[in-house]
């Protein structure tokens, strides 16, 4: 058991955590940062982040172990691969539980992210790593020469077809309306690519595998017409689910499971925030988590004044 009580303790290590540990930090709060994971959240599984302010390209891995390195000039005690088993985020003093300490904190910064949604379709859970992929830059080098899909119509669908175009030889972007809602010049960029053949007005309903994925079943949601498509390889990309599993029952949620903030990240609990992605926000994005995390700093300080009970150094 740690024997520290922290001023704040950050669940969740990507760009909205790590924000609020340097905000945390720099107004003097005793703070932890613990992460199932290694720090730096999930851009660094994804290629480059072009609409980060001041920043051209940038590789999301660059930018997250920058955020990191920033972090570093401070006090901040770091708890990489801690898996959490449980959050009391109901009294003054709040306790998280992970697999080999026990931690207690004034205020809790909850910053755990999203993960991709499933397409709930059979085959698609046994065949995860044998052909079923949620991270084009983890697993794309596998498919070169190969032919794949990837399923989905928003910003990262689109940027993750175009990044499977430098191995696979075909990438057949499979989506269920007519028309994509990615940003304009991304969709731009995407007409230019002779490797990506759209598919639209179409779900995918099977995935069949032997050892590894050899097809797909996709329906055509306006005839109804089912098809059989060759491939190596699908993705897909429709969205994200918030990981809030921990606090449910304690925390309140929107009918999406993501966690309701006022404009201050105050959540329902006392002395509980939430930032970036796990919360309901309008944009989610690395600009928008960091944001968050500079506001819920602040704001985890001023509540540990108002209620006199920071603790000293
Ligand atoms: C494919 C893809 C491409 C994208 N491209 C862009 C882009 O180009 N530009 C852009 O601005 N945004 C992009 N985004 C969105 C951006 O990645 C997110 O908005 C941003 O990472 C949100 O930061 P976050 O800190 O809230 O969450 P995350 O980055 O998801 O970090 C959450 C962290 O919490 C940890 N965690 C999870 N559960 C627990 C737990 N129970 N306990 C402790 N820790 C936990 C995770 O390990 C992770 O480190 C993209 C997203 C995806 C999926």
């Known amino acids: 058991m740690s024997n520290k009580i922290f001023d704040c ?70 708890f990489p691969y801690e898996e959490i088993e449980s959050v009391d985020l109901t009294s003054p003093i709040k306790k998280i539980k992970t697999l080999n300490n026990t931690f207690e904190a004034k205020t809790i910064i909850i910053a755990t992210g999203a993960k991709a949604k499933k397409l709930n379709v059979k085959g698609e859970i046994d065949n995860i790593g044998k052909g079923v992929s949620y991270c084009a830059v983890c697993d794309g080098a596998f498919y070169k020469d190969k032919v794949v899909a ?49 598919i639209l ?47 449910i029952n304690q925390i309140e949620t929107d009918e999406k499971g993501f966690i309701k903030t006022d404009i201050n990240m105050k959540t329902s609990a006392q002395g509980v925030f939430a930032v970036g992605d796990i919360r309901n926000t309008p944009l989610r994005q690395v600009i928008t988590a960091v944001s968050d995390g500079a506001i819920a700093g602040v704001e985890a300080a001023r509540y540990l004044m108002t209620t006199k009970e920071k603790v000293r150094r």
Do not use: W
């Open 9 to 78: 303790i950050i669940l969740g290590g990507g760009p909205a955590g790590l924000s609020s540990a340097l905000y945390c930090a720099r107004a003097n709060l005793k703070t932890a940062i613990i992460d199932t994971s290694a720090l730096g959240g999930t851009p660094v599984n994804y290629c480059e982040i072009e609409n980060y302010l001041g920043f051209n390209k940038i590789k999301g891995f660059e930018l997250c172990s920058r955020f990191e390195e920033h972090v570093d000039l401070f006090d901040v005690e770091k």
């Open 150 to 198: 990837v399923v989905g119509g928003g910003n990262s669908a689109l940027e993750e077809a175009m990044y499977l175009c430098q191995f696979a030889k075909k990438v057949y972007l499979i989506h269920r309306r007519d028309t994509f809602r990615a940003d304009s010049i991304i969709q731009e960029r995407l007409k230019q690519n002779k490797k990506i053949e759209p």
């Open 201 to 247: 007005n179409s779900t995918v309903e099977e995935i069949l595998a032997d050892k590894q994925v050899n097809s797909i079943r996709i329906k055509n949601v306006l005839s109804g017409k089912i098809e059989l498509l060759k491939l190596d390889g699908i993705f897909p990309y429709i969205g994200i689910t918030p990981n809030v599993e921990l606090f």
